[in-house]
């Protein structure tokens, strides 16, 4: 989390009524004991209004970035949980496993755990997020491929336990140049395209390219669409605007308007 701990704790007085979250938190660069200990203080810090996602991220940036050995996503994963879950609960764990070993716990008396995603596109993954984690944080899918694998899988998984969460991730842009917002797109996220996970999901759900999740065109297309995302299992969504300044003003707009009806 870095310092998002001290941001939150800054700015959650401001915002009194709202999930503060994290969205997806390298596993990579932070000792899940590290990341427990951040999560906990910024979950204190406002009220217990904490949502904690975290992922391994992808070999090439991990790799490249932080020049550290890419291990089988599932297999760290299902490690680091292995750790975080229990500390953030207020357990001491001592795990030895192959890319992860911890031994201890964080004190956080009075603290109870924050609500913990699991980024998954993938089957294993997916499967992963249903049985130790909350729910899952996916991106770059489409409605048809969430509602008939996304949700299935992860729901399956977490049979016996709470429902979970599917937080989904979405570009949005409220604009009357479609066109153009897609060619857009294309260029400014073409290097997702070329990460394998997310390669994957593209090539499973028969996508060419970034624009194809791309959520736009005028209010009430963009609010068709999303609703299609809701049908399909989505709890929540993460927005981000894209497209021209005056673009990304609208789709806010439309989108702050969709959360107060929401909330009525």
């Keep these: 989390m870095g310092s998002a701990d001290a941001v939150f704790a800054a700015l959650g007085d401001r915002a009194p009524g709202i999930e503060l979250a994290t969205s997806v938190v390298g596993t990579y660069p932070r000792h899940p004991l590290t990341l427990a200990a951040q999560a906990l203080t910024a979950h204190a810090a406002t009220g217990g209004r904490l949502t904690l996602g975290i992922g391994p991220s992808h070999a090439p940036v991990v790799e490249s970035r932080y020049r550290l050995t890419w291990q089988p ?33 964080v004190a956080s008396p009075g603290v109870a755990p924050p609500a913990l995603l699991l980024a998954a596109n993938g089957f294993w993954m997916l499967t992963l997020a249903g049985e130790r984690a909350d729910g899952a944080l996916t991106m770059w899918t489409t409605p048809r491929f969430l509602g008939d694998v996304v949700v299935p899988t992860v729901t399956t998984a977490a049979a016996g336990r709470a429902a979970p969460r599917i937080a989904v991730g979405l570009l949005a842009a409220v604009t009357s140049d479609v066109d153009g917002t897609r060619q857009r797109v294309n260029t400014d996220f073409r290097q997702a395209a070329t990460l394998p996970t997310f390669r994957a999901l593209l090539d499973r759900q028969g996508s060419t390219g970034p624009d194809d999740t791309l959520v736009v065109g005028d209010e009430t297309l963009v609010e068709e669409t999303v609703g299609r995302f809701a ?23 439309l989108f702050a308007e969709l959360a107060k009806l929401r909330r009525r």
Excluded at 231 to 253: K, N, Y
Aim: no cysteine; charged share 25%.
């Design 231 to 253: 049908d399909a299992g989505a709890t929540e969504l993460i927005i981000f605007p894209v497209g021209l300044p005056e673009d990304q003003h609208r789709t806010i707009a």
């Design 73 to 105: 996503p599932v297999r760290h994963t299902r490690e680091v949980l292995d750790v975080l879950r229990p500390v953030l609960r207020g357990e001491e764990v001592e795990i030895r496993g192959t890319s992860i070993t911890a031994v201890g716990g």
